[in-house]
């Protein structure tokens, strides 16, 4: 089966700092570009930030260039979203997901919550 299994939300206070881990399993991971995407109550899904097959530099929101860092670990099936100078407006569900010729795969979201 394939699973996307998101873990490393939490609450953090302004300008702190979290990183959110997205482990995959069940299909071929180096294979796809993945990306994080989040949701706040009562708005649409926002697209993050996604990093291609090989890793390397991501592609981030304006919203979030300059304090999200993306990152990929093909040994461990892994993505990361490395995340500072957090804002009461970055509180979200976050999202991974898995994106390869059409064939899309999500994973259950983690709770990032900015809040003094």
């Known amino acids: 089966d394939v699973q996307l299994q998101a873990s490393g939300g939490g609450e953090v206070q302004p300008g702190g700092s979290l990183r959110l881990s997205c482990a995959a399993s069940g299909f071929a991971f180096s294979d796809y570009t993945m990306s994080w995407f989040r949701q706040a109550p009562g708005e649409k899904p926002e697209w993050v930030s996604s990093i291609g097959r090989a890793g390397g530099a991501g592609i981030y929101a304006d919203s979030v260039k300059g304090r999200f860092t993306i990152s990929r670990d093909i040994a461990k099936n892994t993505v990361y979203l490395q995340m500072h100078s957090l804002k009461p407006e970055d509180t979200a569900v976050y999202y991974c997901?898995?994106?390869?010729?059409?064939?899309?795969?999500w994973g259950q979201g983690t709770q990032v919550t900015v809040s003094s």
């Open positions: 997901n898995a994106l390869n010729d059409g064939t899309l795969y």
